[in-house]
Structure formats: structure tokens, C-alpha cells
């Protein structure tokens, strides 16, 4: 049985000294995983069921988009992180399993709103907590 909070898979050397954003997931709750490359995190994820996947556009042994396939299907977050000078914009790839390549990249701040936001869900279901459904018109 899983504890609350999320599992994530940062793929990438650059997570490793990324401490300011693995700080942020810790703060959140969620339990952070490396993978230097895509063969490692693949392998990694044959044994370990995570919640959301981090994941470089430029990696050591190919691109970030090389992931998605091994987890196509899979009921997995996925953000792609690419580069753009000091910073960064962040590439919605996969949402729950399914494909949602060409979203709209977020910035930074968008996307700490949304690991936010998905941190309140995951507490809201470990503590049993339902959703109100929406109201019938």
C-alpha cells in the first residue's frame, strides 16, 4: 500500500542540482525519484508506479520525447522541461495516461500552480475528501 503524497520521476542530470524545485516537491508532499537518462528511467519504472514524471527535452541518450512512449497508457502526469535562456517553459505531454502534446507550455509560476494544485488533490484523496459534483441545471 502507497502512503499519501505523489511519486515523481525527474529524468535529467540537470534535476540532480536542481534544488530549489525538488525543495518545492518535498514541501508538497511528493516523494522525488532520479533517473539520469531515458534507458535508466524506463528501467526504473518497471518497478516503481510513480504519479507524475519530470522529465529534460535533452538528455544524455536521445530526447524526453522518447519517454512518452514507454508511458503511453500508463495513468502518469508528464512535463517536459525545455530550456529557454535563465529559465524555463514547461510542455504538458501526458495527462493521466493520455496524450495532450500541444497544450500550451506553461511558465514557471503556471507551473508551480499546477503542482500545487495537483498536491491538493493528492491530500484531498488520501484524506478521503470526494469532489462535490457539479450542479445539474
Do not use: Y
Amino acid at each position: 500500500m502507497r502512503l499519501s503524497g505523489m511519486d515523481v520521476l525527474l529524468v535529467g542530470h540537470s534535476f540532480q542540482s536542481e534544488h530549489a524545485l525538488i525543495d518545492r516537491l518535498r514541501r508538497r508532499g511528493f516523494r522525488c525519484h532520479f533517473a539520469t537518462n531515458a534507458q535508466s528511467a524506463c528501467r526504473l519504472l518497471t518497478s516503481l508506479p510513480v504519479d507524475l514524471v519530470l522529465s529534460s527535452t535533452h538528455l544524455s541518450d536521445g530526447t524526453g520525447f522518447r519517454l512518452l512512449g514507454a508511458l503511453l497508457g500508463l495513468p502518469v502526469t508528464v512535463f517536459l522541461c525545455l530550456p529557454v535562456e535563465t529559465s524555463c517553459f514547461w510542455l504538458p505531454a501526458m495527462d493521466a495516461g493520455k496524450d495532450c502534446l500541444g497544450m500550451p507550455a506553461l511558465r514557471p509560476s503556471e507551473f508551480d500552480e499546477t503542482l500545487e494544485q495537483m498536491a491538493r488533490c493528492s491530500a484531498a484523496r488520501a484524506s478521503g475528501d470526494r469532489l462535490k459534483p457539479l450542479p445539474t441545471q
